[in-house]
């Protein structure tokens, strides 16, 4: 009976309920985008580091997690690897540099990451190999920079890097193209350290000092054991800092801030939703007032006017939320590549789980005006 009289009223004003539930369309389309734009924006920060195999990262200690700041002298790998527990450590240095290119308008920046061969936070090559030497002019690039480039293995780039007050350049030969790698929102070429060390941007060049890593990624022989193989670390090597790879990235610099904004958007956007929702049943719900009576006068319980109107607003939420999801599907699909906007399975259910929870929330209202209806006030005949 609930479902009848919902279907029949939907109907019956569909043109109505039609323009309220592209209202709901766009209020989804809104909510897919700042889900969409959140994971994009974190990847752009977090997908190198997520990727590292490695469970734990070492900082140089009070750096606070940066990266930048982070310097661990070479001397200490060995000290590391001799830590029970440990199965390899990899030394990783970051910098930037640009990739110039005849056949690019602009020259392309990115993130320049040295890295051992074989050891942890070398990134696996899908096609072609992975980096052999030790300080070999090749590298292994993001399949960002192939597409974006359209490189193939063999081909040979040109980077740019400051070194004193000049500009200077070397050429890399492609060896290998790894999945996304984005470090602070640029793209990634991977290089031999040794390599990394003489090419990388730096103040005073031709200067012999010791190696120094940024971070190390360690690999444990019990991954499971992370937690406990922090305090080991820390206490067992001098003046590092041990943390895992989450509390890695969420350490760097804006991630904690944009995340929060962008939630607090997201946040509004649903609250708003709720009132506006609620708004729209509600006035729904005082212009047939009358009919509610009717219904009740005629014999209709409580909870078959609740159901009807508990359904109604469901199935007006999941058109409009069905809708927006197609809009957002086919505004994707003409996106830039340069726009940081990517959907995961994860995020669009948490988006859509909320809206279509928002719906019977804001519908509260609605429902509990059309219970207090009295079938003799609203048909009149109470005087």
Do not use: C, H
Request: negative net charge.
């Amino acid at each position: 009976m609930a479902l009848y009289l919902t279907i029949k009223e939907i109907w019956r004003n569909r043109n109505r309920y039609l323009t309220f539930s592209l209202v709901i369309a766009l209020i989804t389309v809104l909510v897919l985008f700042i889900a969409g734009l959140g994971e994009g924006l974190a990847t752009a920060n977090k997908e190198f580091i997520e990727k590292i195999d490695g469970e734990l990262l070492l900082f140089q200690e009070n750096t606070e997690l940066s990266t930048t700041a982070s310097r661990i002298a070479w001397s200490k790998l060995n000290d590391i690897q001799r830590v029970p527990g440990v199965a390899e450590v990899g030394p990783i240095g970051l910098a930037t540099a640009t990739i110039v290119y005849p056949e690019l308008e602009n020259p392309l920046d990115v993130s320049l990451i040295g890295v051992e061969p074989g050891k942890p936070g070398q990134a696996p090559a899908y096609l072609g190999r992975d980096l052999l030497t030790e300080r070999g002019l090749e590298t292994v690039i993001d399949e960002d920079i192939a597409a974006e480039m359209s490189l193939e293995l063999g081909d040979t780039i040109i980077i740019k890097t400051i070194q004193g007050t000049e500009d200077e350049f070397f050429e890399l030969t492609i060896v290998g193209i790894a999945t996304g790698q984005q470090y602070f929102f640029l793209p990634s070429i991977f290089v031999p350290y040794q390599t990394w060390d003489r090419i990388r941007p730096q103040a005073n060049p031709g200067v012999e000092s010791e190696l120094t890593a940024n971070i190390i990624a360690i690999k444990l022989q019990n991954p499971e054991a992370w937690e406990e193989m922090i305090p080991v670390l820390q206490t067992q090597v001098d003046g590092i800092e041990a943390v895992d790879k989450v509390t890695a990235y969420e350490a760097g610099p804006g991630y904690a801030a944009q995340q929060s904004t962008l939630n607090t958007q997201k946040g509004f956007t649903l609250l708003i939703s709720v009132l506006v929702i609620g708004g729209f049943f509600q006035i729904q719900t005082l212009q047939k007032v009358p009919q509610i009576g009717m219904l009740k006068a005629i014999g209709a319980s409580n909870t078959i006017v609740a159901t009807a109107a508990l359904l109604q607003i469901v199935i007006v939420t999941a058109i409009g939320i069905l809708l927006g999801s197609s809009i957002t599907l086919l505004l994707s699909l003409g996106f830039p590549a340069n726009i940081p906007i990517i959907f995961t399975g994860n995020a669009i259910l948490t988006a859509i789980i909320s809206l279509f929870l928002i719906g019977p929330i804001g519908g509260m209202v609605a429902i509990r005006l059309a219970l207090r209806v009295e079938p003799l006030t609203a048909l009149g005949l109470n005087s």
